[in-house]
T-cell receptor
Framework: DTGVSQNPRHKITKRGQNVTFRCDPI?????LYWYRQTLGQGPEFLTY????????KSRLLSDRFSAERPKGSFSTLEIQRTEQGDSAMYLC?????????????FGSGTRLTVV | AQSVTQLDSQVPVFEEAPVELRCNYS??????LFWYVQYPNQGLQLLLK??????LVKGINGFEAEFNKSQTSFHLRKPSVHISDTAEYFC????????????FGTGTQLKVEL
């Protein structure tokens, strides 16, 4: 098991373009989370999945953002019509349990720069 | 809802000196508490966690933290820091009773100097 994997590590895109990030969680983990981290801030919750079901979305997740987790395995996060304010590190994490007691295992993140 | 306050944005310290990184939380329910470390351009790595029981929790790399319910604090300590401890440290809180997401503080940059 190689932990949580995120691709790409870095993405530079022009404003208005669409981007998609991928997260491969630890295989036996049924919970998958997406967080966004801007410079000098802590991670902010975006959304999470229990298997393939998306159970909660933050109000930070505007209608330009969509996340999927088909078949309860890997997940994708798509941002449409990117804006400069979308520039951030996007972190994926997974967890094996229903409660927060385990904590998360994080991936290394995808750093998005919108120019 | 839960919230976390990390009182210091930066903490400079000399190598081999002790350090304390402060964290206070707010919650209307019982909580789990975590400390994570983040090295540049990396994800977050779990240092330690408090779930229940003993209020003194030991983690990796010689770090420990003490849960104080009356003061709603969970301060992180290390008796002697090393250059390699230079990183960003985040305190996080999760709710018990089926809570499923962590709320993070804004982080404390620990800079260890020679």
């Amino acid at each position: 098991d190689t932990g949580v994997s995120q691709n790409p590590r870095h993405k530079i895109t022009k404003r208005g373009q669409n981007v998609t990030f991928r997260c491969d969680p630890i295989s036996e983990h049924n919970r998958l989370y997406w967080y966004r981290q801007t410079l000098g801030q802590g991670p902010e919750f975006l959304t999470y999945f229990q298997n393939e079901a998306q159970l909660e979305k933050s109000r930070l997740l505007s209608d330009r953002f969509s996340a999927e987790r088909p078949k309860g395995s890997f997940s994708t996060l798509e941002i449409q019509r990117t804006e400069q304010g979308d520039s951030a590190m996007y972190l994926c994490a997974s967890s094996p349990t229903r409660t927060a007691s385990y904590g998360y295992t994080f991936g290394s993140g995808t750093r998005l720069t919108v120019v | 809802a839960q919230s976390v306050t990390q009182l210091d944005s930066q903490v400079p310290v000399f190598e081999e000196a002790p350090v304390e990184l402060r964290c206070n939380y707010s919650s209307s329910v019982s909580v789990y508490l975590f400390w994570y470390v983040q090295y540049p351009n990396q994800g977050l790595q779990l240092l330690l966690k408090y779930l229940s029981g003993s209020t003194l929790v030991k983690g990796i790399n010689g770090f420990e933290a003490e849960f104080n319910k009356s003061q709603t604090s969970f301060h992180l300590r290390k008796p002697s820091v090393h250059i390699s401890d230079t990183a960003e440290y985040f305190c996080a809180v999760g709710a018990t009773g089926g809570g499923n997401k962590l709320t993070f503080g804004t982080g404390t940059q620990l800079k260890v100097e020679l």
